[in-house]
């Protein structure tokens, strides 16, 4: 069901197996490099009735990368999960910084996206700035 994780499994009548997820991380770990694994929703979303997206990665102690964007309210929005990142003393590897959907007035997303590297630079010195680039003609491109 379309919906947090918590939900979803009281809806299906079955658990989240965490030992599932830890297997089959394991597993492509072992063939693979680099192994990203996506939350669902956000940092504060619920796996179960106590237990956040947030708490399962600094549990198994994986580097963050965050995603953001420069959509009004992107600057608090970003901010609390900095210090929600900080306070369980979660590795920040990368903000990335998304600029899709394209906007015609920039002035918000530009002054977002300055805003937040100057933070970044100031309280997660270590952590990686990228800017995830506007895709255009996506159709065309297909």
């Given at each position: 069901?379309?919906?947090?994780?918590?939900?979803?499994?009281?809806?299906?009548?079955?658990?989240?197996?965490?030992?599932?997820?830890e297997n089959a991380t394991q597993e492509l770990a072992r063939r693979y490099d680099t192994v990203l694994v996506e939350g669902?929703?956000?940092?504060?979303?619920?796996?179960?009735g106590e237990y956040l997206t947030i708490d399962y990665i600094a549990d198994k102690n994986y580097p963050l990368i965050f995603?953001?964007?420069?959509?009004?309210?992107?600057?608090?929005?970003?901010?609390?999960?900095?210090?929600?990142?900080?306070?369980?003393?979660?590795?920040?590897?990368?903000?990335?910084?998304?600029?899709?959907?394209?906007?015609?007035?920039?002035?918000?997303?530009?002054?977002?996206?300055?805003?937040?590297?100057?933070?970044?630079?100031?309280?997660?010195?270590?952590?990686?700035?990228?800017?995830?680039?506007?895709?255009?003609?996506?159709?065309?491109?297909?």
């Amino acid at each position: 069901y379309p919906c947090s994780p918590h939900l979803a499994a009281r809806i299906d009548n079955r658990p989240i197996d965490f030992n599932k997820i830890e297997n089959a991380t394991q597993e492509l770990a072992r063939r693979y490099d680099t192994v990203l694994v996506e939350g669902a929703g956000g940092l504060m979303v619920p796996l179960t009735g106590e237990y956040l997206t947030i708490d399962y990665i600094a549990d198994k102690n994986y580097p963050l990368i965050f995603v953001t964007s420069g959509k009004l309210g992107s600057i608090n929005h970003t901010l609390l999960s900095l210090e929600a990142i900080g306070h369980r003393g979660i590795t920040l590897d990368t903000v990335l910084y998304n600029l899709y959907p394209t906007v015609e007035d920039k002035t918000i997303q530009n002054d977002t996206m300055q805003y937040i590297r100057e933070y970044l630079s100031r309280h997660f010195p270590g952590t990686k700035f990228e800017v995830v680039p506007e895709i255009n003609n996506l159709h065309q491109t297909m």
